[in-house]
């Protein structure tokens, strides 16, 4: 079955330091997605990413945060000045379609670790 | 916006026993309710997607069952197995036409 890839799998910085995930969604999905999940707690959403233009973010996703396509294949999260909040399983997703009849792909995340 | 409650955060049971785990949302009803399997350190892999206008929907032991009038799903694992062990996450659009948000999930330990 085709996989969603996310890269690095784990990721230290330093706090304030700028870090770039990245995410690599199934060829032929035209809808793209991050969420996070801090330990012990639920995946939340972040963003979502259709045509080449945010369609729809949470609360979360506040100035810190960008997300680009900067090539037909790769879909990466920005956190400009990490904080130690910042501290979290981040999971690139992506589906085919629009419509939330459709299931969602996740990758395997990347554990990002702000010290 | 929409809420989603799992009941139970940990749920133990025996081999070969059914497990069941509830699902219930708030507010908006959903056309669309998804269950994800998550285990540690992955990310959640889908299961099954049950319309509002279905009762009940079946994938090999796994069933769901979706109530609009209780806004509540149950899932079912029959003859459960260890290799079933993992947290089940219920997912929901938060209004239609919306990104999918998560309940926190169930983490389901099967004993052999």
């Known amino acids: 079955e085709p996989e969603v890839t996310q890269t690095p799998s784990h990721q230290v910085t330093q706090m304030g330091q700028e870090v770039i995930l990245r995410c690599v969604p199934i060829?032929?999905?035209?809808?793209f997605y991050w969420y996070r999940q801090i330990l012990g707690q639920k995946v939340e959403f972040l963003v979502s990413f259709y045509n080449n233009e945010i369609s729809e973010k949470s609360e979360i996703f506040d100035d810190q945060f960008s997300v680009e396509r900067p090539d037909g294949s790769n879909f990466t999260l920005k956190i400009r000045s990490t904080k130690l909040e910042d501290s979290a399983m981040y999971f690139c997703?992506?589906?085919?379609?629009?419509?939330?009849?459709?299931?969602?792909?996740f990758g395997s995340g990347t554990q990002l670790s702000v010290l | 916006s929409q809420k989603i409650e799992q009941n139970s955060e940990a749920l133990n049971i025996q081999e070969g026993k059914t497990a069941t785990l509830t699902c219930n949302y708030t507010?908006?009803?959903?056309?669309?309710l998804q269950w994800y399997r998550q285990d540690p350190g992955r990310g959640p892999v889908f299961l099954l997607l049950i319309r509002e206008n279905e009762k009940e929907k079946r994938k090999e032991r796994l069933k769901v069952t979706f109530d609009t009038t209780l806004k509540q799903s149950l899932f079912h694992i029959t003859a459960s197995q260890p290799a079933d062990s993992a947290t089940y996450l219920c997912a929901l659009d938060k209004q239609a036409g919306t990104a999918l948000i998560f309940g926190k999930g169930t983490t389901l330990s099967v004993s052999s």
């Open positions: 507010n908006y009803s959903p056309a669309y």
């Open positions: 060829s032929n999905h035209l809808y």
């Open positions: 997703a992506s589906r085919q379609g629009a419509t939330t009849n459709e299931k969602l792909f």
